[in-house]
Nanobody, 121 residues
Protein backbone atom coordinates (compact mmCIF):
# COMPACT_ATOMS: atom_id res chain seq x y z
CA UNK A 1 0.00 0.00 0.00
CA UNK A 2 1.26 3.45 -0.92
CA UNK A 3 0.16 6.68 0.71
CA UNK A 4 0.76 10.27 -0.34
CA UNK A 5 0.16 12.86 2.36
CA UNK A 6 0.15 16.58 1.58
CA UNK A 7 0.62 19.35 4.11
CA UNK A 8 1.34 23.05 4.24
CA UNK A 9 -1.85 24.51 2.88
CA UNK A 10 -3.60 27.39 4.57
CA UNK A 11 -5.18 30.80 4.38
CA UNK A 12 -2.89 33.62 3.29
CA UNK A 13 -3.13 37.14 1.92
CA UNK A 14 -2.18 38.14 -1.64
CA UNK A 15 1.56 38.47 -2.05
CA UNK A 16 2.39 36.01 0.72
CA UNK A 17 4.02 32.60 0.34
CA UNK A 18 3.27 29.00 1.18
CA UNK A 19 5.29 25.82 0.93
CA UNK A 20 3.41 22.62 0.28
CA UNK A 21 4.91 19.25 1.13
CA UNK A 22 4.02 15.76 0.01
CA UNK A 23 5.46 12.62 1.52
CA UNK A 24 5.07 9.18 -0.02
CA UNK A 25 5.18 6.17 2.26
CA UNK A 26 4.53 2.45 2.15
CA UNK A 27 5.92 -0.18 -0.17
CA UNK A 28 8.03 1.85 -2.62
CA UNK A 29 10.80 0.61 -4.88
CA UNK A 30 11.16 3.77 -6.94
CA UNK A 31 9.38 7.01 -7.73
CA UNK A 32 9.59 8.39 -11.22
CA UNK A 33 7.76 11.67 -11.67
CA UNK A 34 6.08 13.68 -8.95
CA UNK A 35 3.53 16.33 -9.81
CA UNK A 36 1.29 18.90 -8.22
CA UNK A 37 -2.23 19.47 -9.49
CA UNK A 38 -4.95 21.78 -8.24
CA UNK A 39 -8.70 21.96 -8.43
CA UNK A 40 -10.60 25.16 -7.85
CA UNK A 41 -14.31 25.15 -7.01
CA UNK A 42 -16.38 24.41 -10.09
CA UNK A 43 -13.32 23.71 -12.24
CA UNK A 44 -11.52 20.63 -13.45
CA UNK A 45 -8.30 19.47 -11.88
CA UNK A 46 -5.32 21.03 -13.64
CA UNK A 47 -1.61 20.36 -13.80
CA UNK A 48 0.59 22.79 -11.87
CA UNK A 49 4.13 21.43 -11.82
CA UNK A 50 6.24 18.33 -12.41
CA UNK A 51 9.65 17.11 -11.32
CA UNK A 52 11.19 13.99 -12.81
CA UNK A 53 13.59 11.57 -11.17
CA UNK A 54 16.54 13.42 -12.76
CA UNK A 55 15.34 16.78 -11.49
CA UNK A 56 13.83 18.14 -14.67
CA UNK A 57 10.95 20.50 -13.91
CA UNK A 58 8.09 22.07 -15.80
CA UNK A 59 5.22 24.34 -14.83
CA UNK A 60 1.82 25.63 -15.75
CA UNK A 61 2.52 28.86 -17.62
CA UNK A 62 0.60 31.02 -15.15
CA UNK A 63 2.77 29.96 -12.21
CA UNK A 64 6.19 30.09 -13.87
CA UNK A 65 8.53 32.33 -11.95
CA UNK A 66 6.42 32.22 -8.80
CA UNK A 67 6.17 28.49 -8.00
CA UNK A 68 9.10 26.10 -7.56
CA UNK A 69 8.80 22.33 -7.37
CA UNK A 70 11.59 20.29 -5.83
CA UNK A 71 12.33 16.81 -4.55
CA UNK A 72 13.46 16.41 -0.99
CA UNK A 73 16.78 14.88 0.04
CA UNK A 74 14.64 11.96 1.10
CA UNK A 75 13.52 11.29 -2.45
CA UNK A 76 10.03 10.21 -1.43
CA UNK A 77 9.11 13.82 -0.80
CA UNK A 78 8.18 16.69 -3.07
CA UNK A 79 7.67 20.35 -2.29
CA UNK A 80 5.92 23.23 -3.96
CA UNK A 81 7.17 26.66 -2.96
CA UNK A 82 4.54 29.21 -3.89
CA UNK A 83 5.47 32.88 -3.79
CA UNK A 84 3.62 36.09 -4.60
CA UNK A 85 0.33 34.30 -4.19
CA UNK A 86 -2.76 35.62 -5.92
CA UNK A 87 -6.43 34.93 -5.16
CA UNK A 88 -6.82 33.04 -8.42
CA UNK A 89 -4.56 30.23 -7.18
CA UNK A 90 -7.09 29.33 -4.50
CA UNK A 91 -7.75 25.62 -4.85
CA UNK A 92 -7.22 22.21 -3.35
CA UNK A 93 -3.69 21.14 -4.25
CA UNK A 94 -3.04 17.47 -4.90
CA UNK A 95 0.20 15.55 -5.00
CA UNK A 96 0.64 12.87 -7.65
CA UNK A 97 3.43 10.33 -7.99
CA UNK A 98 4.25 7.55 -10.43
CA UNK A 99 5.51 4.70 -8.27
CA UNK A 100 6.88 1.19 -8.65
CA UNK A 101 6.24 -0.78 -5.48
CA UNK A 102 8.84 -3.43 -6.29
CA UNK A 103 11.38 -4.03 -9.04
CA UNK A 104 9.03 -5.97 -11.32
CA UNK A 105 5.97 -3.81 -10.63
CA UNK A 106 4.26 -1.65 -13.21
CA UNK A 107 4.59 2.02 -12.51
CA UNK A 108 1.23 3.30 -11.31
CA UNK A 109 -0.32 6.64 -10.46
CA UNK A 110 -0.99 7.55 -6.86
CA UNK A 111 -2.78 10.58 -5.44
CA UNK A 112 -2.87 12.34 -2.13
CA UNK A 113 -6.01 13.61 -0.41
CA UNK A 114 -5.25 17.24 -1.14
CA UNK A 115 -4.51 20.35 0.89
CA UNK A 116 -6.52 23.56 0.70
CA UNK A 117 -4.82 26.78 -0.35
CA UNK A 118 -6.86 29.95 0.03
CA UNK A 119 -5.57 33.37 -0.93
CA UNK A 120 -7.79 36.24 0.09
CA UNK A 121 -7.51 39.75 1.41
Amino acid sequence: QVQLVESGGGLVRPGESLRLSCAASGTIFSINTMRWYRQAPGKEREFVAIVTSDGTTNYLDSVKGRFTISRGSATNTVYLQMNSLKPEVTAVYYCNAVIKRWVSDYATNHWGQGTQVTVTS
